[in-house]
């Protein structure tokens, strides 16, 4: 079965430094996601890709977060710098078009100290 | 209001119990609606979409009321191996957005 591949699994950062984190969808995938899962609550959007170009970023802190699919496959998202608030998973998905169901990458959980 | 609501439990049933969960959305121009499962620390994983005529996949049963608003998931027969999250997910795509918005969850634990 195809999957949605992300890294790292795990980050632990301090506070004020700077995090990148790694996805690879699946194959043929055009809509690419990145969501913020905080404990206890369910995904937020960070932000949605279709191909290369971002598609909503309305709810990315963009003063401190970038996301970016420069060739229209993987992508990175980054934050910098990082804050305590900022700990959770992240979790990128892919889908076949944006009304499709996704499928999620097994996440990064990130904690800042 | 919140756009997906749910009931955060916990339901906590016996094994083979039936049990049944509700959810409401607030954008009633929404057009795809979908149940997932969450298993602790994993991601999410798509259980099944729900459909206006309404859908059964096996023990499981999803139905979706457009007039009021809410989106039901019914389990037959609970297994051990359903404890998990069980998010509520509706999509307003209705145009060239497709992102999926998520229930805080309603958490299950199966007891033998």
């Known amino acids: 079965e195809a999957e949605v591949a992300q890294s790292p699994r795990y980050k632990i950062t301090e506070k004020s430094q700077a995090v990148a984190f790694w996805c690879d969808p699946i194959s043929g995938h055009a809509t690419l996601y990145w969501y913020r899962q905080i404990l206890g609550q369910g995904p937020e959007l960070l932000v949605q890709?279709?191909?290369?170009?971002?598609?909503?970023d309305s709810q990315l802190p963009k003063d401190r977060f970038s996301a970016e699919r420069l060739k229209g496959v993987d992508s990175t998202l980054k934050i910098q710098p990082a804050e305590l608030g900022d700990s959770a998973m992240y979790l990128c998905a892919s889908s076949l078009g944006p009304s499709e169901g996704y499928t999620f990458g097994s996440g990064t959980r990130l904690t800042v100290v | 209001r919140k756009e997906v609501e749910q009931d955060p439990g916990p339901f906590n049933v016996p094994e083979g119990a039936t049990v049944a969960f509700n959810c409401t959305y607030s954008?009633?121009?929404?057009?795809?609606f979908f149940w997932y499962r969450q298993d602790c620390r994993k991601e999410p994983k798509l259980l099944m979409s729900?459909?206006?005529s309404g859908n059964e996949d096996g023990r499981f049963t999803a139905q979706l009321n457009r007039a009021s608003q809410y989106i039901s998931l019914l389990i037959r027969d609970s297994k051990l191996s359903d404890s998990a999250t069980y998010l509520c997910v509706v999509s307003p795509y209705g145009g060239s957005q497709g992102n999926l918005i998520f229930g805080k969850g309603t958490k299950l634990s199966v007891k033998p």
């Open positions: 729900v459909y206006s």
């Open positions: 954008n009633s121009a929404s057009q795809s």
């Open positions: 890709f279709q191909d290369e170009s971002v598609v909503d």
